[in-house]
């Protein structure tokens, strides 16, 4: 059984950090496209980032370039996602998901639970 199982959220203030984990079970976690995206209140899912399986190929969206990243600890089975300078923007739902940044969403994917992110003074 595919597991995925978020954690790390919380409540930060603008311009600060945090650091999300996804641990992953039920499938070849070193050879899998992993893909983190969120969902705001009222808004639906949004694509944020993707780490390949193969080389190092990471992906992100225009609006987290160089504040996110995104990375893999393969014997751990765990994926991160590392965000800086965090905006009020950036406040939502954080779900990690099987496939890459065009496969996410296909009903052959999957999807943990969620983490919340909450950024505000």
């Known amino acids: 059984e595919v597991q995925l199982v978020e954690s790390g959220g919380g409540l930060v203030q603008p311009w600060g950090s945090l650091r999300l984990s996804c641990a992953a079970s039920?499938?070849?976690?070193?050879?899998?496209?992993i893909t983190w995206v969120r969902q705001a209140p009222g808004k639906g899912l949004d694509w944020v980032s993707t780490?390949?399986?193969?080389?190092?190929?990471?992906y992100y969206r225009d609006a987290v370039k160089s504040r996110f990243t995104i990375s893999r600890d393969k014997p751990k089975n765990t994926l991160y996602l590392q965000m800086d300078s965090l905006k009020t923007d950036d406040a939502a739902v954080y779900y990690c998901?099987?496939?890459?940044?065009?496969?996410?969403?296909?009903?052959?994917?999957?999807r943990g639970q969620g983490t919340q992110v909450t950024v505000s003074s």
């Open positions: 039920g499938f070849t976690f070193s050879t899998a496209d």
């Open positions: 780490i390949y399986s193969h080389g190092f190929n990471t």
């Open positions: 998901a099987t496939g890459g940044h065009m496969a996410w969403f296909r009903a052959s994917n999957y």
